[in-house]
């Protein structure tokens, strides 16, 4: 999947970050010729938390910018990249959480986006179903979907997409996959491949804005923002 303007893959989009931040914690150190290599201090690390320190760099980010920068821009910034780690923190959630639970969520968002009759089939052996329901288009077409849920950290492939488009034929009308990680390029291209039924996925990044929208487990909070108007009180 390309991302950055479609210039990058996802994966050399992750890893130029990955670099800036080992970087900003003075881990790792690049040359003029653009040769990467590590620190003294980082041959010493052993193990990184890349979510912990991704945090961190950036808050020292911010707290640098409120420091030499003007306040109003400086606090815009700070709060786009505390969305950053509001959508990180909700994603490692989602990954954590018990399975039972995780099957819950998805009933539930799938019930608050107008489904109705949600059901789980808990059944093995079914090519991947894991439930059934019905959405209602306009108070008037119904249409059956089926769904399968995946908590993972990585990303989903083809074969994935391939083997429940098989379990869906027959028996739904449309098919969904929700998935706490990724899909490759290959998988969003199969779920969409001409003559065959088209698939819906949503992947973690879209997952965790639908809690969002639904304001399910997420809570969005409005900041005062108050000025004294100088020229009313001069003009009393």
């Known amino acids: 999947m390309l991302v950055a303007n479609d210039s990058q ?16 914690a003075g881990l790792v150190e690049n040359s003029d010729r653009g040769v990467w290599s590590l620190t003294p201090a980082g041959a010493k690390t052993k193990k990184v938390d890349g979510r912990a320190l991704a945090r961190q760099i ?19 910034e700070g709060s786009a990249l505390e969305e950053r780690d509001w959508r990180e923190h909700l ?11 995780f099957e819950r969520l998805c009933q539930r968002v799938l019930r608050e986006s107008g489904f109705i009759e949600v059901e789980v089939t808990r059944r093995s052996g079914d090519g991947g179903i894991d439930g059934h329901g019905i ?27 391939r083997d429940f488009r098989g379990a869906m034929i027959g028996r739904a009308d449309k098919g969904l996959i929700i998935t706490t990680g990724g899909f490759t390029r290959d998988a ?6 001409d003559g065959a039924p088209p698939l819906d996925l949503i992947d973690g990044q879209l997952l965790v804005e ?21 020229e009313w009180f001069r003009s009393i």
């Open 9 to 24: 893959t996802e994966l050399e989009y992750r890893a130029a970050w990955a670099r800036t931040y080992l970087k900003n």
């Open 58 to 76: 950036q808050k020292r980010l911010r707290e640098a910018r409120l420091a030499r920068e003007d306040p109003e821009v400086a606090v815009a």
């Open 91 to 101: 994603l490692e959630v989602l990954q954590g959480m018990d399975p039972v639970a």
């Open 135 to 161: 959405i209602r288009v306009g108070g008037l077409i119904s249409f059956n979907v089926i769904f399968q849920r995946k908590r993972y950290t990585g990303n989903i492939g083809p074969e994935t997409v």
């Open 188 to 193: 969003r291209r199969e779920a969409t491949r």
């Open 210 to 230: 639908k809690l969002k929208e639904l304001r399910l487990g997420v809570e969005t909070k409005q900041v005062e923002k108050v000025e004294v108007n100088d």
